[in-house]
């Protein structure tokens, strides 16, 4: 089963900037999409960012075009998230998620097959 370590989340204050990283099973890493997902307390659980596996195709929610940057380190094994210009609404708990081989972002929104511990993200005003 592949595992999906997140790291890289904190507290930030409105107008900063965190970086959340995503480590892979290398043997899985290069096939697969990868993602993040964020879930904010009394909300469902969200679509924020997907890159498909070999890096071509990217695409974010509409709510963090612009100030989040998806990336992904194939010597590392890692997907990272870049989040500029923090605001209060971003605050949540952040899941990084990966699919099967060359699964598209539409499919991939509606459910990836794996799934990280998440990583919790406080924004202050």
């Known amino acids: 089963q592949e595992r999906l370590v997140e790291s890289g989340g904190g507290l930030a204050q409105a107008g900063g900037s965190l970086r959340l990283a995503c480590r892979a099973p290398?043997?899985?890493?290069?096939?697969?999409?990868m993602g993040w997902f964020r879930q904010a307390p009394g909300q469902e659980r969200e679509f924020v960012a997907y890159?498909?596996?070999?890096?071509?195709?990217?695409d974010y929610a509409e709510s963090v075009k612009g100030r989040f940057t998806i990336s992904r380190d194939k010597a590392a094994s890692t997907v990272y998230l870049q989040m500029n210009s923090l605001t209060p609404e971003d605050t949540a708990i952040y899941y990084c998620?990966?699919?099967?081989?060359?699964?598209?972002?539409?499919?991939?929104?509606?459910?990836?097959?794996?799934w990280g511990r998440g990583t919790q993200v406080a924004v202050s005003s």
């Open positions: 890159s498909k596996f070999d890096g071509s195709v990217t």
């Open positions: 998620a990966s699919g099967f081989g060359g699964q598209g972002v539409g499919p991939f929104r509606s459910g990836p097959d794996y």
């Open positions: 290398a043997r899985q890493f290069s096939s697969s999409a």
